[in-house]
């Protein structure tokens, strides 16, 4: 059975720093794309940051470009985001996906997902 668990979230001021971390098991992702995305309430799920497999092309969304790092350890079979700067429009539940076959930046193009973690920054 492939997961794919993501933890870290939690309640943050704004301004605050927060780490998630998702681990996949299962299979292997080291040859894979993977990504995150979020959804607030009451708004589509988008693309936050995406990383190759390799780790060498990170790609980010222009509202958390240079506060946001994407980063992965393919030997632990997981991927990071850590968050920086954040602001409370940064609330959301936070998803990781893995395997893409299409567009980083599309939902479709990825074929497994985590079950979400609730990111939530106070004014």
């Known amino acids: 059975q492939v997961q794919l668990v993501e933890s870290g979230g939690g309640l943050v001021q704004a301004g605050g720093s927060l780490s998630l971390s998702c681990a996949g098991s299962g299979r292997t992702f080291s040859a894979n794309t993977m990504a995150w995305f979020r959804q607030a309430p009451g708004k589509e799920r988008e693309f936050v940051a995406a990383i190759s497999w390799s780790g060498g092309i990170t790609h980010y969304a222009d509202s958390v470009k240079g506060r946001f790092t994407i980063a992965r350890d393919n030997a632990k079979n997981t991927v990071y985001l850590k968050m920086d700067s954040l602001k409370p429009e940064d609330t959301a539940v936070y998803y990781c996906?893995?395997?893409?076959?299409?567009?980083?930046?599309?939902?479709?193009?990825?074929?497994?997902w985590g079950q979400g973690t609730q990111v939530t920054v106070s004014e």
């Open positions: 996906a893995a395997d893409s076959s299409g567009v980083y930046y599309h939902m479709t193009s990825y074929h497994y």
